[in-house]
């Protein structure tokens, strides 16, 4: 069965380092979400690609976040500087195009700040 | 705006006795309505959705949820609860228009005790 891959797994920074997490979705799966979860919350959307454009980002910390989907297929997401408050677990989740359609989600990124 | 509430932090039920993991929505027009379940250092995944049609929608893992439309409800229901249904719950509501993103509750903890 097809499935989102992310990595790292985890990762673990000090402030002010950059970070970055990539993502692989399903295969032919035009829309890719980016989520910030903080333990014990919902995943908050913070950037959604349509193809390799973005078609929301406004509750990306744009100073600090950035996300890119060059080819319209895997995704990078950025953070630089990072900070305390980043750490969080960084869903990745792909859809094919329709609005009836789910989401398939990847494993996470689980970043500590330090 | 759309959103999503769900009521209780956490639920706690015997095994084999039947579940109910409460959700209640806001929306505009006619919702399009998800579960998503979520495991320790996972991703999500993906239950149930009801688009349109039966008010009871069926799904994995023996899961069903009841659409009431006149109570804005989309509860999730189980007739006899397992031990391994132990995770983390979350209703989730998609927007019918603009970017069609989709907007979590904030999740249920579901403890299945032996």
């Known amino acids: 069965e097809a499935e989102v891959a992310q990595s790292p797994r985890y990762k673990i920074t000090e402030k002010s380092q950059a970070v970055a997490f990539w993502c692989d979705p399903i295969?032919?799966?035009?829309?890719l979400y980016w989520y910030r979860q903080i333990l014990g919350q919902g995943p908050e959307l913070l950037v959604q690609f349509q193809d390799e454009s973005v078609v929301d980002d406004s509750q990306l910390p744009k100073d600090r976040f950035s996300a890119e989907r060059l080819k319209g297929v895997d995704s990078t997401l950025k953070i630089q500087p990072a900070e305390l408050g980043d750490s969080a677990m960084y869903l990745c989740?792909?859809?094919?195009?329709?609005?009836?359609?789910?989401?398939?989600f990847g494993p996470g990124t689980r970043l500590t700040v330090l | 705006a759309q959103s999503v509430a769900q009521p209780e932090d956490q639920v706690n039920v015997a095994e084999g006795n039947p579940l109910t993991v409460k959700c209640t929505y806001s929306v505009s027009g006619n919702p399009y309505l998800f579960w998503y379940v979520q495991y320790p250092n996972r991703g999500l995944q993906f239950l149930l959705k009801y688009i349109t049609g039966d008010n009871l929608v069926k799904g994995s893992y023996g899961f069903e949820a009841e659409f009431n439309k006149s109570q804005t409800s989309f509860h999730l229901k189980k007739p006899s609860a397992l031990v391994s249904d132990s995770a983390l719950y979350f209703c989730a509501v998609r927007e019918i228009s603009g970017t069609y993103k989709y907007i979590f509750g904030t999740g249920t903890r579901l403890k299945v005790l032996a």
């Open positions: 295969s032919g799966h035009a829309t």
């Open positions: 989740a792909s859809s094919s195009t329709g609005e009836h359609n789910e989401q398939f």
